[in-house]
């Protein structure tokens, strides 16, 4: 790119100098003409008045008047020499030479020129260049970091996908869990319900299973020898019917009563034997 640049630079500079150049040739040519036409002029003057000293037309039997115009003539034309030997210089110093001084010079400043040129097209490529790394850098730099930052939302997203699913199974549990302790609380309330609605024959029943408990402790206790259990009235309790029926333990009253009477013997027989 800077090479590019720096190659239309120097064609521009080319085609200046060549103007320049041609310009030049045109100012020449037109100075020639003039110094040509000059010259003859000049000649006719030189021509006219082959006298050049001063006092010449004194003793000529000229007009007043032609002298004075001679003298006028004669002050253009050192005029017009000056001018012309001033164009001549110009003329000389517009040519251009190689092997001359001024063209030494003249060539020295067109490579400083050049190289001016060269120097400049190169440091304004570097710093486009410059430029366009630093924003291909940046550019990089952000590439990464959104890419960076894609990541972490992929991995954000996996994890929020896991915990997801986890908080799925978590609900179906939990809405398990709730079927299974709303039937326990219904068939609780259905055993409530049911408690109440029998509690008193259950309680009944649970009397009658201890008297017959008791009973039959009782008839063991009389088959193995205890006559020391005394006979004791039985009272009816609120489980038994109003009709006043006996108890098994009122009816087992006599079978207690009539057994030996073994049980203190068997008292003694311990106590000696702790002793």
């Known amino acids: 790119m800077a090479a590019a640049g720096g190659d239309s630079d120097l064609t521009e500079t080319i085609m ?9 040739l045109s100012n020449m040519a037109q100075r020639e003409r003039e110094m040509k ?19 010449s037309l004194r003793g000529a039997f000229v007009d007043p008047v032609v002298n004075t115009e001679v003298a006028m003539l004669r002050q253009q034309l050192r005029e017009k020499d000056e001018n012309i030997k001033k164009l001549k210089e110009e003329a000389q110093n517009s040519q251009f030479q ?22 400049l097209g190169r440091q304004l490529g570097e710093e486009r260049m410059q430029v366009l790394r630093i924003q291909l850098t940046a550019e990089r730099t952000r590439r990464a970091q959104l890419k960076r930052r894609a990541g972490e939302f992929d991995r954000r997203a996996e994890q929020i996908d896991a915990e997801n699913e986890a908080m799925n199974q978590k609900i179906t549990e939990l809405g398990q869990q709730l079927k299974t302790v709303r039937a326990e609380i219904d068939q609780n309330k259905k055993d409530i319900e049911e408690w109440r609605s029998g509690g008193a024959t259950k309680r009944k029943r649970s009397d009658e299973e201890k008297q017959a408990r008791a009973a039959e402790k009782a008839a063991k206790a009389a088959a193995t020898g205890g006559a020391g259990i005394l006979e004791q009235p039985v009272l009816p309790t609120a489980a038994e019917p109003a009709s006043g029926a006996a108890s098994p333990t009122a009816a087992l009253a006599p079978a207690l009563a009539a057994a030996p009477a073994g049980g203190e013997k068997d008292k003694k027989k311990k106590k000696k034997h702790k002793a």
Do not use: T, W
């Open 16 to 24: 200046e100098y060549q103007r320049r150049e041609f310009a030049l």
């Open 98 to 119: 190689p092997n001359s001084i001024q063209g030494q010079k003249l060539l020295r400043k067109c490579a400083h020129l050049l190289d001016e040129n060269s120097e």
């Open 37 to 55: 036409s000059l010259r003859q002029q000049a000649n006719e003057a030189v021509d006219a008045f082959e006298d050049m000293q001063k006092d």
